[in-house]
């Protein structure tokens, strides 16, 4: 179990995470849905320190580690326990498919460069993608840019796997074959924290669903439950808005 405790965050005079408390269990997908500017990936940004929280922490189960102050070993800790990815894939535009893969095993997990390459490959396989090993993102669609993304952070053997909005930069013909790749990660047993506006895909690959507003939980529980029978009616504003 993944703990996070009293996340808060103010950008100036602007209060966007309001004491957030989330637990992710081992092996399971957690979807965070909920309006625009809720603060939804300013959440996941400072889970993975890419943002520092004004308080807060995170336990991996080995002792609360403060978003607020880490120290650089702890952020390497986050970081090592924590894959990412994002909207708009930030794969290295002037690296192959091989190597946007393979380099982080080799400059963070200190493999050698014929057995980064080995495991990348197998990671591209994972994800449909290893026809493509010798291709630049620029000749990539954007639903194959986003599944070396996804190869690239499984590949480091991550604790968690937070995405945010992996489908909502790509056209629609490509966003399912990324929601497929994702499922098969889910049904294999990847714990994952996913944002996501596609509600279908919540319903259908979480095991726990999170409405998110104004800077915190609403309610959070099973995807029936909170699909079907919200029991906050700002969720089922927010549902019906949304159908
Ligand atoms: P969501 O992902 O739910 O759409 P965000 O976390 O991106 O929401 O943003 C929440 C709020 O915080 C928004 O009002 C946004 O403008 C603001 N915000 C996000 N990042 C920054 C930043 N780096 N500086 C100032 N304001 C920010
Ligand atoms: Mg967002």
């Known amino acids: 179990m993944i703990q996070i405790r009293g996340v808060r965050k103010s950008f100036g005079a602007q209060l966007v995470l309001d004491g957030v408390d989330l637990d992710i269990p081992q092996g399971a997908v957690v979807s965070i849905i909920g309006p625009s500017g809720s603060g939804k990936s300013t959440l996941l940004r400072v889970i993975d320190y ?69 495991i990348a490959l197998d990671e591209l396989k994972r994800v449909g993608m290893q026809d493509f090993a010798d291709r630049y993102p620029s000749k990539l669609s954007g639903g194959q840019q986003q599944r070396i993304a996804i190869a690239r952070a499984i590949a480091l053997e991550p604790e968690l796997l937070v995405l945010d909005e992996p489908t909502s930069a790509l056209d629609p013909e490509m966003v399912d074959e990324v929601l497929a790749v994702i499922k098969s990660l889910a049904d294999s047993g990847t714990t994952m924290l996913m944002v996501t506006h596609e509600m279908r895909f919540a319903r259908n690959a979480s095991d726990h669903v999170v409405f998110f507003e104004h800077g915190n939980i609403v309610e959070q529980g099973s995807p029936e439950r909170i699909f079907n029978h919200p029991t906050e009616s700002r969720t089922a504003r927010f549902l019906s808005s949304i159908h």
């Open 50 to 118: 890419l943002e520092s929280a004004d308080e807060g922490t995170i336990d991996f189960g080995q002792g609360a580690i403060s978003l607020a102050s880490a120290q650089p070993k702890d952020i390497f800790s986050i970081r090592s326990r924590i894959g990412f990815v994002f909207q708009n894939y930030n794969l290295f535009l002037n690296k192959t498919a091989l190597d946007n893969v393979s380099l982080g095993l080799v400059h963070a997990k200190g493999k050698s460069r014929k057995e980064a390459e080995r």
